[in-house]
């Protein structure tokens, strides 16, 4: 304990001294009023709920309304952060429990503010692309609610300055996930879908339950900011369960953001609308897990509270976005591939956080947001033109639709980064702190993810260049009457394909570094590496690599492929187009043992449902309840059957059950009757000799001795 | 005193004289096999004790014992005998058969082992002094109307209950009431 | 004369009368032996008083409430066993037993 | 000169009875009768009024107690209590047997003198305080009851349940006297405040113990415990059930004001032997009761069965405390308590049995099944007081209990807890029978061979939906407002401390 | 209208008002059943506006104090009183309890059971509203004891009368019984059971009360309490009066293993009767914890806490489990109920400040949402005339309304923040982390961490529930069968509840403003802060 203290004391030092060096407003009204910003998309959703149907266009036009406002509110504060920086933090108590305060809140800072204009500016652009896509649904008015409160969600979600908040955002996210993945109600696939996004989420909640309860009971608050104050002044309990509280946390990060394995659900997810896959794989839900750590960073980079969690971060981050990469490669579903590609750039993320770059992560949140949202709205729009999410569908769609097409191929640039596309700057970064956190403390986990980090970049491009080959080139295999998406769905596109190119361009290293000035303007000192210019050797090795897969991709999916020729069953160049990329969906690789676990997601999903779900929900239940009204209910029952009087009792409500029980009085009674009978046939004298051997015994009893 | 010193006691065997026929009238009584002799040795059995109170020398509670017993309550028997039809011959099941009247016997004898251990405990041979003369009738009346006179009128009420209750049972009505469940 | 020779003639007597009343099957002479134990009472109540020499002759006075008593006894008695009589043609007490346990 | 202030209950009673018997004998409308009965039973409750409010009266003089005949007639606030006790259940009796009587052609007239008769002699033996007194007023008790018991003179039923309550009665009258003889023979007195005091030398006599024995249990008979308990069920089955009404509570009562005057009163100084006689008398008689009761199908007999098991519970207080010589006032306060409630809730019981047999012509419980289809009414009465018998808040019957496991724990030793807990298994056991009436009553289907429409149409005949109403109302009030029991029964339990335990 | 407060009368009046209306229902006819609603329906809405007065007058600076309260003396000779009065504590249970009763005769205005007979059904409901308000503001062990029982009869006739008469198979002793005379016996004796012990627990505690301070016996809860503050009723004998009061209380909570007889009788009651049993009466198990065992037997309490933390665990992930094998549906929210009852004995057990408002803000929680569950359950049962889950199916395409009723009750009980279910749940995990100093921490965090895993199997058979119930394809018998949805008479029973789910679970301080200052003085005088 002693040692704990002596620590204490160094990191509250240490922080003392970073303190000085944040400089920033309270960003007045803006920041004031910023709780709008969570509030107005919450009452939106119900609105529409309510009066969707009857407001013009049946809801979207609300619906939009509020992620716009919500989108300017956000560039508001972001250009305002920007100028002179923002730390404001409010709160209205609610209720207070023993000491305990509980209160709704909104702090306003960069962290904050950065997702407030992805949430905005992302969801917007999505919220208008839905309603060319979602256009004749049934419920479309219920879907608009819906996913307004989803947006809502997540921004109460970024909006909390305490735990209460957070986890209140947290579950609105959760929930209103499970209503628009299961959108299609009427098939029972996507309920399950749904079902099990939502359990898989709240088995982390629970964790996370139990990380908030713990460090908000160790630190005696439930305020994030009071938290890492008592944390410098050294007056917690924290650094005695930071660990857990730190694991548990971060558990609960994981199921939010599906890292493995908790990446089990966020596949299935793709059975709701695109829109929505877009929105959450983007800018919502699965980075609330990233924003989690993020947010307790002050927590986290400090070992003497955290422990050893970071390496674990690293490890947990560096697997998932490896094992999901591979995943990627054998999907013929292609939102499927791109859910697969999310949650691997998802472990870029968290691999960052966990090697210390904030900013690095944050930073690929920041441009995955745009391009991933690209992807899906693109991937969405060929969906909506083939009908089908198949690429065995596709093929030789560019000049189908060639809007989606470019913006497509934009996107794919920079999720591989290609210089100079937005992906190339922010994975550039997270595998420099890679590299400079391996080199600083070489263990084995930093150089892991080192490797990790540039094998994933090959995988990357290794799949993504399949799907574009497979999707865009080659001939039509479906069946549907391709065509472009109407306007409303491609500007958005282009939009996004825009933010997709610049957005790099806002951290590069030694030239601009205003988003490094926007996430680390915060309350409390982040302490990372600041690199003063880019890594050319890392980049003079990734790029390569990249490049090297997207040709190895193209040769093996691309129009020009030769492997068709070996690969289906010795017939010669008279095979039609059609079979082709077919044949090649299904004859490449297959490599024994690697193709079947990767068709398989590595039998883990039959692990879960087959270990764990079949079991609860079948056996062990059903035990229970056998237990319950055999065992626990036994005993009243029993005794009710045995015992003469509790017999009775259920007899007072069932003769038949009871007979049994008057047979045994009536006989006892009986007997004594008949024992009698013997001697005193007249049944007066019964009882007269009764009564007098009862006095001779009272006598016996009392006088006598 | 030795049982030689009793013997020598002439009230003893005045005792015995009136007390051993009282009490094997009364063993008549309940096990008879004719009904009207079983009455006759009650009348009997109550004269002994009649004659028992005389040589106590409580002359009134004698004679009306043989005034209420031997006068009237006899005859009730009697008529109640009449009228229940018994048989007036020697019948064998006026009693239980043996199996229940070992029981019985035994019963009753331990009640009177009970009794006869605390008498005896109690009294040991404390003697009874044998009364020079007679109670006078005269003191008990008093004291019957004096000290005693409530339960001397709530007896009345319990005779005249028994009374009328006993003709409203005992009558045959003009018309019985119909069983009732 | 002692005294316990009295009162084991009484106890003596109440028990034959107990047995009577445990035995005998004809109603009335059941009844005869409730007689026989309520004047094996008397015989106690009798004796005491002369053995206390009572100035009071309670115990007398008690005898003949007894015996006043035993004759109203003896009236609701004989009473009844005539109704059951009247119904039954038999006045044996163990044929009562139209009510079980 | 008699204080005629105090026997004037007695008195008017008397004159009662005997203008019922004038009345029966003048009018052709034996109803009048009745209504002379009622209105003797009004008169007689005022004197006894008088008497307990006499300090508070004006020109009233001389408070409690009042004694008469050297303390062998004594007039004090426990005898008071009782006295209203018999007036109450007199009354109640009176009211259901009218319609009762009336519907089957029975001797009327002589029924209502025997019935005030007995009572007249419950009002004596609670202010008698030697044997002799004590015991004949026990005999007008008990000798109307056997002739009552067999006035249904057509019904052999009814013939066998007066021999047999009669014989056994008899053997038990016997047994007492045989008691007292004894105790008159040892001590040289029966006057209770002179046996009160009975030299330390007499007290380990055998004898003395043996008189004080049989005495007590002399008394069991009449209020149905063990070892006397036996005839009870066949009596409340047999005898018309107006006269089990009054056997059950009146006859029951008086039994009472035997025992407790003669524990009290007589017996102090021996407590330590005639409580644990009745600690066990009570054990015995609840469990029997009540476990026996469980089986019985005819609700009569179950009322018997648990009048025993009643019988126990009154008893289990101040068996209890006699036996670890605790504080008696206590348990016989607790004790008069029970008495009370039980005896308002026990005649509403067999009121609504009365009711309801009229009707289906069938005390068996099987025959009452879904009564509430076709009177909700009588259903619900029901309820209340089997449910009340039961001891179930906020039916009067909660106290009771309530007062009997106060008394019993507040004797704070192993007889007090025992006897509590046994207490409490019983009283679930006692539920499971009770519930099973009432369940009977409300949740059963209705047989076929019921004509539902035909009971519909019946109703309950004026007396009798009087007397219900009364002890309706009562079970409730005194559920909710036990005070009004409390008050009289610490009233009544001031002769304890007169007595000086 | 204070002076009419602060007399005590306006508190009695609530207690009293509903025994009024059944008295004046027993006199009208059955036939003018127009007249026998109007009657039930101003009875309970005058006691619910007269609540709803009582909370606007209510002293919410001293909370901790006994308010609006009477002491008349009832019973001289054991100096039991009729003392009333409401604090914190109570406060919400008495709100709950008036509007529970008021909705439930909204909601039978077109929902009548067979046999068809409102009079006696109301009769029954008012004399349940008497007894479960009185046992809230009763401040003298026998008069609570009183109100505790006057409960038992009308919940008894409910389920016998208008329970159901499907056939229960008793497993272990097979016998085959209706299931109404199953469910209500089994109530029946399972409640008046404990309640006899509890009811020695409450003698042993007034005699002894005579040891201690100037020797009066009392059975005055306040006095009592005082007392047990001192430290009195400890050693063998605190152990067994406690244990006795645990019989009582745990079996009406209902804690395992005594719960047996709740999911028999939710499923057989009447839809009136199981919300009343699951909204309020199980509160009565609950709130007797509060009120009497920990501030009487603050020593004892230390003592169980952890049999009752270990129980209350148990009866959570049981609950759950039961559930998931259920396919009636109102069997599942009864054994739902076992669970979530769970969570607020958890809170108790932890004996912590934060621990009791959990189970204070819980037990409102479940009563409102596990109440409106029942309605839900017992609409449809209505309509289906089957409470078979697998018979179902497509409910948001059949009945929308009624699929969105449910979901959101569904998504409250399962704890989702932002509704009034979630406080209970989070807050007792939050006070388990840290129990009362001196109970074992190690104990009640392996407790806080089962119970956290209970929540996932809460969630897991809710979901489970909407899947069988409102998602999917209708199937044909129901498509045909035209069902009609959510009607007026519903809407107006369920809306206040709806609104107080969301309300409270936005603004807990709803409850949390009326406990607070209550429960923490309530720990610190027993157990000396915490």
């Not at chain 1, 979207?60 to 002179?84: Q, S």
């Not at chain 2, 003369?133 to 209950?161: K, Q, Y």
């Not at chain 4, 009336?102 to 003198?113: L, Q, T, V």
């Not at chain 5, 029954?124 to 009185?134: E, I, N, R, S, V």
Request: negative net charge.
């Amino acid at each position: 304990m002693p040692a704990v203290v002596a620590e204490l004391s160094r990191v509250a030092v240490f922080l003392q001294e970073n303190v000085e060096q944040i400089d920033a407003g309270d960003g007045g009204w803006l920041a004031a009023y910023a709780w709008l910003i969570p509030v107005v998309p919450m009452i939106v959703a119900f609105l529409i709920l309510f009066f969707g149907k009857y407001s013009p266009w049946k809801g979207w036009g609300m619906a939009t309304a509020a992620l716009g406002f919500v989108a300017v509110y956000g560039t508001a504060l972001a250009v305002a952060n920007l100028r002179d920086g923002i730390i404001a933090e409010f709160s209205v108590n609610i209720g207070d429990v023993g000491t305990f305060a509980i209160e709704w809140g909104w702090v306003v800072d960069g962290l904050s503010i950065l997702m407030f204009f992805l949430v905005g500016v992302v969801g917007f652009l999505v919220f208008v692309y839905a309603n060319g896509y979602m256009k004749g649904d049934a419920r479309y008015t219920w879907f608009f609610a819906s996913f307004t409160l989803f947006a809502g969600g997540m921004l109460v979600l970024v909006s909390a300055p305490n735990f209460i908040q957070l986890i209140v955002g947290w579950e609105l996210v959760g929930v209103s996930s499970y209503l628009l993945i299961g959108h299609y109600w009427e098939d029972m696939d996507n309920i399950d879908a749904a079902n099990k996004a939502f359990m898989t989420n709240k088995v982390a909640d629970a964790a996370l339950f139990i990380g908030a309860v713990i460090m908000s009971l160790s630190a005696g608050t439930f305020q994030f900011s009071e938290i890492f104050t008592r944390m410098i002044d050294g007056q917690t309990v924290l650094a005695q369960f930071g660990f857990w509280a730190g694991l548990a946390i971060f558990i609960g990060a994981m199921g939010k953001s599906a890292q493995f394995p908790f990446h089990v659900w966020l596949p299935d997810a793709m059975a709701g609308p695109t829109p929505v896959s877009a929105l959450m794989h983007a800018a919502t839900m699965v980075t609330a897990g990233v924003y989690l750590i993020a947010r307790l960073f002050p927590f986290y980079q400090l070992p003497e509270f955290s422990g050893s969690m970071r390496t674990i971060i690293v490890v947990v981050g560096a697997v998932t976005l490896l094992f999901m990469g591979l995943l990627a490669i054998v999907q013929d579903d292609i939102k499927r591939v791109l859910a697969y590609s999310t949650v691997s750039q998802l472990g870029y993320m968290v691999a960052a956080l966990g090697v210390g770059a904030y900013t690095a992560g944050l930073f690929h949140l920041f441009t995955h947001a745009f391009f991933k949202a690209l992807l899906f709205l693109a991937a969405g729009s060929i969906i909506h033109a083939v009908h089908s999410n198949n690429m065995s569908d596709m093929g030789g769609l560019r000049k189908y639709m060639p809007v989606t097409f470019w913006t497509f191929l934009i996107g794919t640039a920079a999720l591989v980064g290609i210089f100079p596309f937005a992906g190339f700057w922010s994975k550039d970064e997270i595998i420099a702190s890679a590299y400079f956190n391996a080199s600083n403390n070489p263990e084995f986990a930093a150089w892991f993810m080192v490797v990790l980090s540039i094998v994933g970049a090959f995988i990357t491009a290794f799949y993504m260049a399949r799907v574009v080959s497979l999707t865009f080139f080659g001939t039509y295999l479906g069946d549907a009457k391709p065509h472009e998406s109407p306007a409303i769905m491609t500007v958005p596109l282009v939009a996004l394909a825009a933010a997709a190119t610049t957005a790099g361009l806002l951290n590069i290293p030694g030239l601009t570094e205003v988003f490094t000035e926007w996430v680390t303007t915060r309350a409390f000192p982040i302490v990372e590496h600041h690199f003063t210019e880019p890594e050319y050797f890392l980049i003079a090795i990734v790029t390569p690599v990249v490049l090297l897969s997207l040709f190895i991709g193209w040769r093996l999916f691309g129009p020009s492929s030769e492997l068709h020729y070996t690969s289906t069953s010795g017939e010669a160049a008279d095979v039609s187009a059609p079979e082709r990329s077919v044949a090649v969906e299904r004859d490449t690789f297959r490599i024994p043992v690697l193709y079947p676990l990767l068709e398989n997601k590595y039998y883990i999903d039959d692990l879960y449902m087959n270990g764990i779900v079949r079991p609860t929900m079948g056996p062990i239940a059903d035990a229970t309840l056998w237990v319950d009204m055999n065992v626990v209910d036994a005993v009243p029952n029993l005794t009710a059957g045995v015992a003469k009087h509790a017999a009775a009792a259920v007899g007072v409500i069932d003769d038949n059950a009871v007979d049994g029980v008057y047979n045994v009085a009536g006989a006892t009674t009986g007997a004594i009757g008949g024992f009698l009978r013997q001697f005193f046939p007249g049944r007066v004298q019964q009882y007269v000799a009764l009564s007098f051997a009862g006095v001779v015994i009272f006598a016996a009893l009392f006088v006598i001795f | 005193m030795t049982i030689g010193d009793w013997l020598t006691e002439a009230a003893n065997w005045v005792f015995l004289f009136l007390a051993v026929p009282t009490f094997v009238a009364s063993l008549m009584v309940v096990s008879s096999k004719n009904v009207v002799r079983a009455v006759l040795y009650l009348v009997i059995a109550l004269g002994g004790s009649a004659a028992l109170f005389l040589m106590l020398g409580s002359e009134f509670v004698g004679w009306t014992i043989v005034l209420v017993y031997i006068g009237a309550v006899i005859i009730l028997f009697l008529i109640g005998i009449m009228i229940t039809r018994a048989p007036l011959t020697k019948s064998v099941d006026l009693s239980h058969p043996i199996s229940a009247r070992a029981p019985a016997a035994l019963l009753s004898v331990l009640l009177f082992g009970v009794m006869a251990w605390a008498v005896v405990q109690s009294f040991g041979l404390e003697t009874i002094p044998f009364p020079d003369e007679a109670t006078s009738t005269g003191e008990i009346g008093v004291s019957i109307f004096t000290l005693w006179v409530v339960p001397f009128e709530v007896m009345s009420f319990v005779l005249l209950a028994a009374l009328i209750g006993g003709i409203a049972l005992a009558r045959r009505d003009e018309a019985p009431a119909e069983r009732q469940p | 004369m002692t005294i316990i020779q009295w009162i084991l003639l009484g106890s003596a007597m109440f028990s034959v009368g107990l047995y009577g009343v445990l035995t005998r099957r004809n109603a009335v002479l059941v009844l005869a032996s409730v007689e026989i134990m309520l004047s094996a009472v008397n015989i106690n109540l009798v004796a005491f008083d002369t053995y206390l020499a009572d100035p009071a002759f309670t115990g007398q006075i008690f005898a003949l409430f007894v015996i006043a008593l035993a004759a109203a006894e003896v009236g609701i008695g004989i009473a009844i066993v005539l109704m059951i009589f009247r119904n039954r043609h038999s006045a044996d007490v163990d044929e009562l037993d139209l009510m079980r346990y | 000169m008699i204080d005629y202030h105090a026997v004037l209950p007695e008195i008017i009673l008397a004159i009662t009875v005997l203008a019922v018997l004038a009345t029966d004998l003048v009018t052709k409308d034996k109803y009048y009768a009745a209504v002379v009965g009622m209105v003797g039973l009004f008169a007689t409750m005022i004197p006894v009024l008088t008497l307990a409010l006499c300090d508070d009266l004006a020109g009233c003089s001389g408070g409690l107690p009042r004694e008469l005949f050297g303390g062998s007639y004594v007039v004090d606030q426990y005898a008071l209590v009782l006295k209203a006790v018999f007036i109450f259940a007199a009354f109640i009796a009176l009211l259901l047997a009218v319609s009762y009587l009336e519907s089957d052609r029975y001797y009327e007239g002589e029924f209502y003198f025997l019935l005030l008769a007995a009572a007249l002699g419950g009002m004596v033996m609670s202010s008698s305080r030697d044997f002799l007194t004590l015991i004949v007023g026990l005999e007008l008790v008990s000798g109307p009851g056997f002739l009552l018991a067999g006035w249904r003179k057509g019904d052999e039923r009814s013939n066998e349940a007066a021999l047999k309550f009669f014989i056994i009665g008899v053997t038990g009258l016997a047994l007492l006297l045989m008691g007292v003889s004894l105790l008159y023979g040892i001590t040289g007195t029966q006057l209770f405040a002179d046996l009160a005091n009975t030299p330390e030398a007499i007290l380990d006599e055998p004898v003395f113990a043996l008189g004080v024995l049989f005495v007590l249990l002399g008394f069991t008979f009449k209020v149905s415990a063990v070892p006397f308990h036996v005839w009870t069920p066949d009596v409340y089955e047999g005898a018309p059930t107006p006269v089990s009404a009054w056997l059950s509570v009146g006859s029951k009562a008086a039994g009472f004001v035997g025992l407790l005057t003669v524990s009290y009163l007589a017996f102090p100084q021996v407590s330590y032997l005639w409580g644990p006689a009745l600690w066990l008398a009570a054990i015995l008689s609840m469990t029997v009761g009540n476990f026996v009761a469980i089986q019985q199908t005819n609700v009569l007999r179950l009322l018997g069965y648990s009048s025993i098991g009643h019988a126990g519970f009154i008893l289990a207080p101040f068996g209890a405390a006699a036996a670890a010589g605790a504080d008696l006032q206590q348990a016989f306060a607790a004790s008069v308590t029970y008495l009370i409630i039980y005896a308002v809730m026990n005649l509403g019981a067999f009121g609504v049995v009365i009711a309801v047999g009229t009707r289906v012509k069938s005390y068996e419980l099987a025959d009452w099944a879904g009564m509430y289809r076709w009177s909700a009414g009588l259903a619900i009465l029901v309820g209340a007081f089997f449910l009340s018998l039961a001891g179930i808040p906020p039916l009067a019957g909660w106290f009771a209990k309530l007062a009997m496991f106060s008394a019993t724990i507040g004797v704070g030793d192993a007889w007090g807890y025992s006897i509590a807990v046994v207490a409490a298994v019983n009283a679930v056991v006692a539920l499971v029978y009770y519930t099973k009436v009432v369940k009977t009553a409300f949740f059963d289907p209705v047989p076929e061979t019921v004509d539902v429409a035909a009971l519909e149409a019946m109703d309950v005949a004026p007396p009798t939906q009087l007397a219900l109403g009364i002890t309706g109302v009562l079970v409730l009030v005194l559920g909710v407002f036990p005070g009004l029991v409390t008050t009289l029964a610490e009233f009544s339990s001031e002769v304890v401390t007169a007595v000086g335990l | 209208m204070q002076e009419f407060f602060d007399s005590g009368w306006g508190l009695s009046l609530i207690v009293f008002l509903p025994l009024v209306g059944a008295l004046v229902l027993a006199l009208i006819p059955r036939r003018f059943e127009a007249g026998i609603k109007w009657t039930a329906l101003i009875t309970t809405g005058v006691t619910l506006v007269l609540a709803g007065i009582m909370v606007l007058l209510f002293d919410y600076s001293a909370t901790a104090e006994f308010q609006f309260g009477a002491d008349l003396s009832w019973i001289e000779t054991i100096n039991a009183n009729f003392h009333i009065g409401v604090d914190g504590i109570s406060l919400p249970m008495v709100v709950l309890s008036t509007l529970i009763m008021f909705l439930s005769v909204i909601y039978s205005w077109d929902h009548w059971p067979e046999p068809h007979n409102p009079k006696l059904l109301m009769m029954l409901a008012m004399l349940l509203a008497t007894g479960m308000t009185g046992t809230f503001v009763a401040l003298d062990l026998i008069l609570f004891f009183v109100f505790f029982e006057v409960v038992l009869l009308p919940m008894y006739f409910m389920i016998g009368i208008w329970g159901d008469t499907g056939i229960r198979k008793v497993p272990v002793v097979n016998w085959e019984i209706e299931m109404r005379l199953y469910a209500s016996i089994k109530f029946f004796l399972f409640t008046l059971a404990g309640s006899a012990f509890m009811l020695l627990g409450f003698l042993a505690l007034y005699f002894a009360s005579g040891d201690y301070g100037e020797g009066i016996r009392t059975f005055d809860i306040v006095e009592l309490s005082a007392l047990g503050a001192t430290g009195a009723f400890v050693g063998t004998f605190g152990f067994w009066v406690f244990a006795a009061l645990f019989a009582g209380f745990a079996v009406k909570v209902p804690m395992w293993p005594l719960h047996t007889w709740l999911p028999d009788a939710h499923t057989a009651a009447p839809t009136i009767g199981s919300v009343i049993l699951a909204a309020v009466l199980l509160k009565l198990g609950t709130y007797g914890f509060i009120r009497i065992a920990l501030p009487i037997l603050p020593g004892e309490a230390r003592n169980w806490a952890w049999f009752i933390g270990v129980l209350a665990v148990i009866g959570i992930i049981y609950g759950s489990l039961a559930c998931l094998a259920q396919s009636d549906v109102k069997r599942l929210i009864a054994y739902s109920s076992v669970g979530h009852m769970g969570f607020v004995m958890l809170g108790i057990a932890t004996l912590t400040a934060i621990g009791i408002n959990a189970a204070i803000i819980g037990m409102v929680a479940h009563g409102l949402i596990t109440g409106l569950l029942f309605f839900v359950a017992g609409s449809m049962a209505h309509r289906y005339h089957t409470r078979e889950m697998p018979r179902m199916g497509g409910q948001m395409t059949l009945m929308p309304r009624m699929g969105v009723v449910l979901g959101l009750a569904a998504m409250a009980s399962l704890g989702l923040p932002a509704l009034a279910g979630f406080w209970g749940e989070f807050m007792s995990l939050l006070a388990s982390f840290n129990p009362l100093p001196g109970l074992s921490t190690s104990l009640f965090r392996t407790l806080m961490v089962t119970a956290a895993v209970g929540t996932v199997l809460t969630a897991g058979y809710m979901l489970w529930m909407l899947r069988s119930v409102n998602f999917g394809k209708p199937s044909g018998e129901w498509v045909s069968a035209q069902l009609k949805d959510v009607g007026t008479y519903e809407w107006i029973a369920w809306a206040p509840l709806v609104l107080l789910i969301i309300a409270i679970g936005l603004y807990p301080k709803i409850v949390f403003g009326a406990t607070n200052d209550a429960v923490i003085n309530l720990v610190t005088s027993a157990f000396g802060g915490g």
